[in-house]
């Protein structure tokens, strides 16, 4: 009985091989379609899940009815907003921008992502060490790197101590566990914003030059 279908399922195929030909091809790029689709909603419905109490992490935005709605944040307005409400149980803060950056390892020119970040930034998004600790960022002349960085430009995570640069003082205090691809938090290097670098303008309203992000007790306090 299978062999006979199949000697038909020949018999047609061979006879007919532009519409099977369109057929297979159209099942394929069909399937394929349904995979990469499968694949965004996946991405999409877990995205930030690596990080630690994610859904009590959220970016803070500046409203304003003659600019619209922006992100970057002055410190005054920072500690403003922080206490405005007793669900917000600590805030971090990044320079709003990030950029490239020449390093050294080993006298070896490496370009790497770079962002400077409050020193509470790594436990507010819950980073998990595998070399030093977050306590590294208190001290300005030290970053800590991703894993991955560790492992492809020094061939080891025990890295803690290490020089990243030739003239400057940025040594390495911790490596942390990589996070997923589909998270805000991404896998660079990150350094401790030193405030006295912005002695001028640290109390300035106007001075926007940081993303804030609050940490609260219970996500259902946020409005919208």
Known sequence: MANSIFKSLYSLTRKYKMPVVINVAGLALAFTAFLVIMMQVYYDRTYNEGIKDYDKVFMAYNVTDEYGDFTSMSPPMMEFIAGRSPHIKDYAYTDYMSGDYAFYVEDKAV????????????????????????????????AMIPESFARRYFGSIDVVGKKLAR??????????????????????????????????????????????????????????
């Open 167 to 224: 003239y400057k003082g940025i040594v390495v205090g911790g490596v942390y566990k990589d996070f997923p691809a589909n998270s805000t938090v991404k896998n660079i290097v990150y350094s401790p914003i030193d405030p006295s670098q912005y002695a001028g303008n640290w109390e300035n309203w106007g001075f926007n030059c940081f993303t804030m992000y609050i940490k609260v007790d219970d996500p259902s306090a946020i409005d919208g």
């Open 111 to 142: 370009k790497y992502k770079f962002l400077q970040v409050s020193s509470n930034f790594p436990e507010v998004f819950g980073f998990e060490m595998v070399a030093g600790t977050i306590d590294c960022m208190e001290n300005m002349g030290f």
